[in-house]
């Protein structure tokens, strides 16, 4: 995670696509999608 952190940093664009939330809450924002279907879309800073 902290390759991606500093990448990130850097100013490149990072998408990850997970079902771990542990994974998850290191994002800046999340898209959830169910059933091929945006259902949620949130921005952490």
Do not use: Q
Request: zero cysteines; charged letters at 30%.
């Amino acid at each position: 995670m902290k390759i991606f952190e500093d990448l990130n940093r850097d100013g490149r664009t990072i998408v990850r696509i997970t079902h771990d939330p542990g994974i998850a809450e290191h994002a800046n924002g999340i898209v959830r999608v169910k059933d091929g279907v945006l259902v949620k879309e949130s921005v952490n800073n």
